[in-house]
Each structure stands twice: as structure tokens, then as C-alpha cells.
């Protein structure tokens, strides 16, 4: 049996995440972490990371961004015993919605959120799987904060440091948590 109690948990759980290269295009080193979320410890150990950072916080709502993001957001929020909120690609959602448009390599994308999913004063965890660019999380991110929604700290699994985001991002003073990060696209 495996000895975790010695175990450097972010490197490990790095150990995880599959590297598809050239997908879904050429030159493109895609960081898959279904590997992770499939073996029922990884997925545990992913989670607790997250639950132990914010555990001790006054958390008052998880926001997840579609659609990694739904995944370890809502277990999250789950055992944080707060609610969740999809923040989800244009079109998606059946209520009146805010929307904040962003830039994407080629072209734009929208992501959008109900108007009352969260409240005025809010603390908002907001969560998704990778930081690239940072376009998503920062799309996100101003969506909560237009709703007067008071984001704690945005988090991922990954960050992609030479994609710039994470950087902008902390420029920014928006704060960030990634549990591991990848060199290369
Ligand atoms: C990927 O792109 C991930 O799941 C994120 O939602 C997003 C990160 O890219 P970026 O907006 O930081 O460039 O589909």
C-alpha cells in the first residue's frame, strides 16, 4: 500500500494530469486531468486541498466556470456546505443574466451568470480547472464582482505560467491559488 503521510500532495496529484500533445491542435501540449478526477484518491486529495485552504474562512458560495469547473466546484461547495453557481458559456442559462466578454486566441467568447446567483458582500470562491491567458477567470471574476460579490481568492488545479495569465492576474492584485503549474503549452 501506498505511504501518502511523507507525500508532497501538489507533486503528486501533478503526477496525475495526462499531457495530450497536439490536441486539440497542433503545438498544443493539452493538460487532461480526467486521470486524476478518475482514481477515487486523486480526486479526494484534490478536493481536500481546496476544502483545508478554505475550511477556516468565512466562505459564503462556490462559483464554478464552465466546465472543469462545475466538476471540482460543486464538491467543493459540498464540503464547505455552501451553495454553488455555474458561471457557464453564452446561451446556457434559462434566467436573466450578466455577461462579460473576453479574448480568446482567435475570436471572443462570453460567459454568463444568473443575476441573483449570488448577493451583494458575498465571499466567493471561484473555481475552474486551468489558468492560461486568464481571459475565463477574469471574465468570472468581474461578472462576481459586478454583482457586488466579494471574491476570496479564484483557484485551479493547473496554471500555465508561460500563457501569462496567472502573472496578469497577480499584477492585477487578483487573488490566485493553483495547485501545481506546467512549463510549456
Ligand atoms: C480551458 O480554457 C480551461 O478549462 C479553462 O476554462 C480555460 C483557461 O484558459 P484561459 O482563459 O486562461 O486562456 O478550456
Known sequence: MENLS???YASYLKGWIRTVPNWPSEG???RDITPLLQNPKTFRMLIDIFVHRYMGERIDMVAGLDARGFIIGSVLAYELNVGFVPIRK???????????EYELEYGN?????????????DRVVLIDDLIATGGTMMAG???LQRLGAEVVET??????PELGGG?????LNIPLFTVCSFDGH
Open 141 to 143: 471574476y468581474k461578472l
Open 6 to 8: 511523507n507525500l508532497d
Open 155 to 160: 483557484a485551479g488545479i493547473i496554471e500555465l
Open 167 to 171: 502573472d496578469l492576474m497577480r499584477e
Open 28 to 30: 498544443v501540449m493539452f
Open 109 to 121: 467568447a462570453t460567459v454568463e451568470m444568473h443575476t441573483d446567483a449570488v448577493k451583494p458582500g
Open 90 to 100: 453564452k446561451g446556457k442559462l434559462p434566467f436573466t443574466t450578466v455577461a462579460e
